[in-house]
């Protein structure tokens, strides 16, 4: 089992540019999460997946922010015109849970992140 | 409000001495989850412990144990014996329904 990866692990970008991030959770896991984590702090929460459908949403998830997961495999975040405030670790996580159950029934697998620099 | 302190910023301690990481949570869900989770400098985040609600039964794991108690809303971690190899921050986090909440994070560096 490879774990969690995520690609690409930094970027890059000019200030208004879209990026897009990929996460391939560990295979059989059927949740997908997406956090965002700045210096020096915690992980916040951003979105979820089971399977393909993406069940909660974080206020923090403005509309510039989309997550897809089309086939409940792989996903992707996109961000469009990216702003400076923008600049953080993207990190994804996975985990198997049975379809009633909550998500702190199981431990989460995280993977190495996306660092996003927006300069 | 949902909220997980964690007060101790950063802890510096001397190879082979005891070390404890405090967790503070608020909920007011009666089912919930805490976790901690260890991010060396690699970045990765590694699982250490899940702990239900249910179960203030305090856990042993080799150098680590936990120490919950619902009458404080506290969940802390102890290293015994601490080494080099764990110098990383710490993360103490709060799931209750589908929604995570971590703390912000204690930095321990053990000095050799």
């Known amino acids: 089992d490879t774990g969690v990866s995520q690609d690409p692990r930094h970027k890059i970008t000019k200030r208004g540019q879209n990026v897009t991030f990929r996460c391939d959770p560990i295979s059989e896991h059927n949740r997908l999460y997406w956090y965002r984590q700045t210096l020096g702090q915690g992980p916040e929460f951003l979105t979820y997946?089971?399977?393909?459908?993406?069940?909660?949403k974080s206020r923090l998830l403005s509309d510039r922010f989309s997550a897809e997961r089309p086939k409940g495999s792989f996903s992707t975040l996109e961000i469009q015109r990216t702003e400076q405030g923008d600049s953080a670790m993207y990190l994804c996580?996975?985990?198997?849970?049975?379809?009633?159950?909550?998500?702190?029934?199981?431990?989460?697998?995280f993977g190495p992140g996306t660092r996003l620099t927006v300069t | 409000a949902q909220k997980v302190t964690q007060a101790q910023t950063e802890i510096s301690v001397v190879e082979k001495e005891d070390v404890t990481l405090d967790c503070v949570y608020e909920?007011?869900?009666?089912?919930?989850?805490l976790f901690w989770y260890k991010q060396p400098p690699s970045g990765e985040l590694v699982f250490l412990i899940r702990?239900?609600?249910?179960?203030?039964q305090n856990e042993i794991s080799g150098r680590y144990s936990w120490n919950f108690q619902k009458s404080t809303s506290s969940f802390n971690f102890t290293i015994t014996a601490s080494q080099v190899v764990d110098s990383a921050v710490y993360f103490c986090a709060l799931n209750y329904g589908q929604n995570f909440v971590f703390g912000p994070g204690t930095r321990l560096s053990v000095l050799p």
């Open positions: 997946f089971q399977n393909e459908a993406q069940l909660e």
């Open positions: 702990r239900n609600s249910f179960d203030e």
């Open positions: 996580a996975s985990s198997l849970a049975s379809l009633a159950g909550g998500s702190g029934t199981t431990e989460q697998y």
């Open positions: 909920t007011r869900d009666t089912t919930y989850y």
